[in-house]
């Protein structure tokens, strides 16, 4: 079967000896949080620090995504890693694979994914918790950034389905704020226009209240790039949120 390695990691991985499934699948290491057990296998997360390069080593076991295209289930991290592919080719920042591969066992299927870590970067979440100890230039770097990913993301033609603030990753460099996503499980083209945009933006919407109305309605201008149209897109969020707290 062959694996993907990232040329750009090649030589990091040989050098240690990880350039294979087995070597990486062997490797013990603590993870970093408890194992996602949701679909009846397990999926974990752990760092790993060769030298002067970190990476976050993902494997799972049977943890199992099912599609038209993958009736009886892929590994979730197939999906992802044809997602980071995907978004890279189409200019969308995110992350960078350094290794994938998929090995079947009797009764089993197991896949892992390496990304480089995103060290130097971090992520919203963070940034909303502290936001009211952040002077005006920040925030509106952050907004603005914030906005312009989101344009890209739809203007792309996709739609990441999870697009809440601790997905969106953000650094700030040579004076410039840049953002990128992570988490793209769930991402899949944009196929019904409006109804894909306010759908894949409401969690991000909701969940960025620090900002106050006014840094939401800044972060749809941006993501708009025309300001006469946020008062009925700020609406539209709006209503979607009300609408799936009544189903709550």
Not at 148 to 171: M, S
Not at 217 to 230: I, M
Request: glycine share 8%.
């Amino acid at each position: 079967m062959n694996d993907f390695i990232g040329e750009n990691d090649r030589a990091v991985l040989e050098g240690n000896g990880l350039a294979s499934f087995d070597a990486l699948w062997a490797l013990r290491l603590e993870a970093v949080d408890e194992p996602n057990t949701e679909r009846g296998g397990w999926s974990s997360v752990y760092r790993l620090e060769l030298g002067e390069t970190a990476y976050y080593l993902k494997r799972q076991s049977n943890h199992l995504t099912r599609s038209l295209r993958h009736p009886f289930g892929e590994p979730t991290f197939a999906r992802e890693f044809r997602n980071i592919r995907r978004y890279q080719q189409l200019g969308i920042p995110t992350l960078q694979a350094s290794f994938f591969g998929c090995r079947r066992l009797a009764g089993e299927q197991r896949a892992i994914l390496l990304t480089r870590a995103l060290d130097g970067w971090e992520d919203l979440a963070s940034w909303l918790a502290r936001w009211s100890q952040l002077s005006e230039a920040p925030r509106q770097a952050i907004i603005r950034a914030v906005g312009e990913l989101a344009r890209n993301l739809h203007r792309a033609r996709q739609v990441h389905g999870c697009l809440y603030p601790k997905h969106i990753f953000l650094r700030e460099q040579d004076g410039r704020w840049q953002a990128c996503l992570i988490d793209l499980e769930k991402a899949r083209p944009l196929l019904l226009g409006r109804r894909d945009r306010i759908k894949d933006l409401e969690p991000l919407i909701r969940r960025a209240h620090a900002m106050s109305e006014d840094g939401i309605r800044g972060l749809l201008a941006v993501y708009l790039d025309d300001h006469g149209a946020v008062e009925l897109w700020f609406r539209q969020l709006a209503q979607r949120r009300r609408d799936k707290e009544a189903r709550a």
